[in-house]
């Protein structure tokens, strides 16, 4: 056995049975491999922002990692804007990515580059295989690196030789390291805080808000003691909608950010660090409680955040607490679809066990809080701040959960960095609906350009338009193998949504924003 | 004035008059310094390996840097693939990437990263800037790295407050490193070697191709002595066709290269590196000429190349050769689009004084040899093996030289890495045609899985195909404002490369290969 197919099998038998892959000459054999075992399905992507995007997208719903396979230091470098993404997720991710053969290292070949290098500052574990023999035992170990909590993106360096060389050894799985127990003083101290009442603020991420059992437990614990909870800005996935609490995220906009915490006086954070500025401005804070709020950390990322909850329930007698739901979305008239048109729209048409993609942004941004009587979901967003997620993560949430429509809310800028995306949904029929918010502009460099002072002329707002020829989302869609329509009415997106999630397979709908 | 205005203006001094760029929060002080001072042409690209590949074809038909302007690590690392196709051709670029604000580093933002880890594989030079006062003159060190010789990847690091503080001071230019003299010995060396005739071959690279006398000469020296010129196998640029020396390159393939240089003795390499394998393969060597060769570096690639061919010439008593050229290229017959169509319809259809850009790969491997008797043309490609420079390298000629016709030879499967660079074209107005090799499939890649010694199925080849769904880029051209035609035979390809060159702004041309 080669040491490719020691690989494939070593990653199978830990559980690995997808692979996003966008490979070149110094990954055939791994191709070869995984083509005659059969034991991953192997996903084509024409770039490999989509590789990783799709990998990412694919671990938030199915809680399992897929591997990736890349090409050298320039195709992992492709792959990282949404690697970095999936690293602030805090997804699990096994990239395989190929080098040149040990022995041609030493020549300068026109693809040579630091692979490690370009991998450190997107990875959480990186290891280089040095042999056919030792490249299964590397994988095992790469596996459990990514498995480990809170989920890690773990990077398997692997020179060709390592593959096509004779002297494979499948590996058995290594268990991957879980979640450390809290603290118990910090469960006592974080009981003594909620006796403030409402002056304190749960902060809670991560797992807890992909469970139903834990979701329910903080609206109990809010219920018992009068606390708040609130989520931190964007997480990987939350579970909501009918019949689940919901609870309102920390703003983008720091002067938001600000009022909504101003009278916190203790906080307590379960799998969630304390609350930053996304950028900073001048005159603004980089923080953003107030100074003098106790800050207690209950369970860190690494901790056991559900069981957190549960004992922090168990301890003030909390129980899980029966959802009021928000009022059933009423379908909008056949109005143009400003920002509240659109929030109403996508509210009224979400269909029953949607997976929502949010990369929505300036234009998206209202559509969480529009929501919580929609129909039951899963919601999940750029989490790093690198735009181009959405298009690739919405094929990797169809894959993980081939059954549930993805509705992937996109902002139209940010869909033309991973668009490439669109054909790997046809090819592999995923059933996602991607609404584009056509507004024709970076809406939010708009914004930020306010935001750092400056008194911007003609030409550096022009530089921030996209309307400049108008991007024809309906036509690049067609282009790869996805049929497209173009709404400017809020009932007619509403309807367009509904027949598109009606059919199999992907469909591109242009809302044209005013 | 502040520090971005500072950086702006000690860049402006230094001849920099282009920006090409992908900003985001962090940068938008720079687009407000850019938009007050009017000193600089803006170039908005979608998607940042758009941006670094313009500013590659820029440099390389202008001799001069053009600015970047990149959005944080996962901005650069998008950035990275043609940053490294970039510092493989030595064309010297300024890249400015944002960072979070100093007093805003500590608190792990979403978009924080490591910016200098991440600029460090693909740069020759980089720097961080601390404050406001220090920008302008860490520009211009910047600046002068990347015009230093060979040509340089120099990259700075502004954290947003060096940009939006008060305090900046304009830096005067540095003077960039200018290539060294060479070694006299060596010289003395390659007149000897120069005496064994045809078992010699001289290797010529880099700005020697670039001018009419020093191609003039290496021809000289050829015809007097006997001797073999050769070129690396992928170059900077070549001033080629009617009227101008020939010469081949190195092929690709490990055999065809074996084959071509088994008879060579003795080697002068002259801004140039010994010839190796693109990538290794089993049972095939590293390096490419036989053991026994004598192997001269008359210059090194930070040394006086065109220098040296001068002295050689005048030390064997060479003038310039006069060009015996090659047969006109006659017009093709309608038939199908095979590769030897394709060849001589290019050769044909080639308008005078074009730039051509090569990312052809596969389908447009023959094109070089098929054309030394097309139009005089500047002939740019591909250098790094990172594929996906066409499309934003020929938006980036386009822009450096907007009075001569760029064509651009595409593969399909490349073109899509960097598709966006169509809308800039088309925003730009820049003069491209862009001809797509449309095979459906990546070939080069099915060509290595049968050299790695595979024997691959059914499900290993269907990775290697694009053509399920078939990519229809008349549509997506359409989509970005780019009007495109799709043509099937190779005298309808002449005549739509000569209508479309005909008439100014860019356009694609889809060409079905078979």
Redesign the interface.
């Known amino acids: 056995m080669n040491g490719a197919e020691s690989l494939v099998r070593t990653l199978s038998g830990g559980g690995v049975d997808v692979c996003f ?1 966008n ?4 990954e ?2 791994f ?2 491999a ?3 075992t ?1 034991l991953m399905r ?1 996903i ?1 992507g ?2 490999e ?1 989509v590789v990783t995007g799709a990998a990412d997208g694919y671990a938030r719903m199915s809680g399992r990692p897929a591997a990736t396979l890349l090409h050298l ?3 992992l ?2 792959a ?2 949404n690697l ?2 999936a690293k ?1 997720a805090r997804v699990p991710i096994v990239n395989i990515v190929g080098d ?2 040990l ?2 290292q ?6 040579s ?2 692979v490690e ?2 991998a ?3 990875s959480d574990f990186v290891r280089i295989t040095r042999s056919a023999a030792e490249i299964g035992a590397d994988g095992a170990e790469t596996l459990a690196a990514a498995k480990s909590a809170p989920g890690r993106i773990a990077t398997l360096i692997a020179p ?2 390592t593959g ?1 060389d004779e002297g494979g050894v499948v590996a058995e799985p290594r268990r991957p390291q879980g979640p450390a127990r809290i603290d118990s003083s910090a469960l006592d101290q974080a009981v003594a805080a909620l006796a403030f009442g409402k002056e304190t603020m749960i902060l809670a991420g991560d797992s807890i808000l992909e469970q139903d059992e834990t979701l329910a437990l903080l609206a109990g614990i809010a219920e018992k003691t009068g606390c708040r909870v609130a989520l931190p ?2 997480n990987r996935r939350i579970e909501r909608g009918r019949g689940r609490a919901n609870f309102p995220k920390i703003p983008f906009a720091v002067d938001l950010a600000l009022e909504m915490l101003k009278d916190v006086r203790h906080v307590i954070l379960i799998m969630a ?1 304390q609350p ?5 401005y ?1 005159g603004k804070p ?2 953003l409680l107030p100074d003098a709020c106790s800050r207690l950390t209950l369970a860190d990322m690494h901790e056991d955040g559900p069981d957190a909850v549960r004992q922090l329930a168990d301890r003030v007698g909390a129980r899980p607490a029966k959802v009021k739901d928000a009022p059933r979305p009423v379908d909008p008239q056949a109005i143009p679809i400003d920002y509240l048109a659109l929030e109403a729209a996508i509210a009224a048409a979400l269909p029953e066990n949607a997976i929502v993609v949010d990369e929505g942004l300036t234009s998206g941004r209202g559509i969480y809080d529009a929501t919580p009587g929609a129909a039951p979901m899963s919601w999940i967003a750029i ?4 735009i ?1 997620i959405g298009p690739p993560m919405a094929l990797g949430a169809a894959i993980a959960c081939p059954d549930r429509p993805v509705v992937a809310l996109q902002a139209d ?1 940010s869909a ?2 991973t ?2 995306a669109l ?1 790997s949904q ?2 592999e029929g995923a059933n996602v609906t991607t609404v584009i918010f056509a507004n024709g502009t970076y809406e ?2 708009k914004q ?2 306010f ?10 707002l022009d ?2 338009e ?1 309307n ?14 996805v049929p497209g329509v173009r709404v400017s009415d809020a009932a007619a997106l509403v309807r367009a949504i509904r027949d598109s999630v009606r059919e199999p397979g992907p469909k591109l709908i242009e809302a044209t924003i005013v």
Chains 1, 2 share one sequence.
């Open positions: 892959a490979p070149g000459t110094s055939m054999q191709v070869d995984l083509d005659r059969r192997c084509l024409l770039f922002g230091a320039p195709g470098a492709n990282s804007a970095h993404n602030k040149h053969a022995r041609h030493a020549y300068d070949a026109p693809l580059a630091d290098g370009a450190l500052p997107f060709s030789d096509w800005s964007a660090r930053v500025a996304f950028f900073a001048p980089s923080t989490t790093g701040g690198s181009g800028g033309m960095y668009i490439q054909w046809a090819r939010i460099l930020e350009l935001r750092v002072g400056a008194n911007p002329g003609r030409s550096a530089m921030l996209i400049r020829p108008a991007l024809d989302f309906v036509s690049i869609a067609k282009g790869m193998g």
